[in-house]
């Protein structure tokens, strides 16, 4: 969001310990607009134990990655020489291992301390603050040098996030520059997928809610994409989902426990998202829609119309002046559907 730009000033005094500190009244801070962000995480091993550093880009371009400690003593820094300004809450230490969701919050919470900081112009220009994002040119400089952002090089590897069709997280460390198949590879090996099955899946990408997915190519960089898309409108969301759509082949993987805990996964949220047709198959449905009958349900799943079926948005049509058309692509045949101009059939 932009923050509507208020002029003032600041200056200078000495404290009794010779150290000289910085005031001005709250409303005279100027405020103007940093395009910064921590759209991903890493992880380092220090002392046997695995640290997770926060990866800092400004204007999409990667600036510098810091553990949570050189972020605390930051804000204790600026506290200090600015102690006039009401600085924003800063996301206080825990004693023990954080879990997933708590370094979650953290990250998300620190992300906003940075950014609200970093948006007062005397705090983004003062060394300590360029000196922490590596925008320092020497020692005296007073003014951050930009022209180094770009030209360090990111974090060997980071941690991204996906999502399994049940919608439960799975977060998965991967070299930076590695493909979707290195990611397919992550996510197999977290959740017990044998090697040879890894083929059978893929990494579907969704903005926001959309309910149409599409598979990553195997040249494309997940975590690139991750950070080009962190700043716009919408939301990139990655879902590991099965890309098989044949029935045979899916029993075949399914032998394999955790294959089939996702094809069972995958059933239910079609099912609840209505993407088959289940006339006359409902109790049978309701009977087998348990952990115990994964195989069972997926094999009424099967013999519904619809399943394994790719239903596209719908779109116009050169044969159509006043509506547009549904694609749909199964394993046995390709159909077209007319509907109005918002999607309903006809």
Known sequence: AVVSTQSGHYGRDERLDGESVSYCSEDEFEIHQVDITIPSTSQKEEGGKNVVYYNVYIDGKFLCSHRYKAFHDLQVD??????????????????????????????????????????????????????????????????????????????????????????SPVCVNIPTESSATGLIDAICEKINIPPENSKYFSIFKSIDESNFEVPLSITEKPLELHVQNYNESGTLKFTFKKFVFSNKLENQIAENSSCLNILYQEAVQDLANKKFDTTGKEIELKRTQHITTQKEFLE???????????????????????????????????????????????
Request: glycine content about 6%; some cysteine; aromatic content about 12%.
């Open 300 to 346: 009424v799943v099967q013999t519904c119309p619809g399943y394994n079926t790719v239903v596209f948005p719908h779109c116009a049509c050169d044969s159509r002046k006043d509506g547009h058309v549904i694609l749909t692509v199964s394993f046995q045949k390709i159909s077209i559907q007319a509907c109005s101009l918002d999607g309903i059939k006809q």
């Open 78 to 167: 600026l506290k200090n020489k600015f102690f006039q300004f009401e600085f924003p809450k800063f996301p206080g230490k825990w004693p023990f291992q954080l879990s997933q969701s708590q370094l979650e919050k953290r990250h998300k919470e620190l992300e906003q301390w940075l950014i609200q900081v970093c948006s007062v112009s005397q705090l983004f220009s003062h060394f300590y603050l360029q000196d922490f994002l590596g925008l320092v040119n020497g020692k005296n400089s007073e003014k951050a040098d930009m022209t180094s952002v770009g030209s360090k090089s990111e974090p060997e590897n980071a941690d991204i996030k996906v999502f399994l069709p049940d919608k």
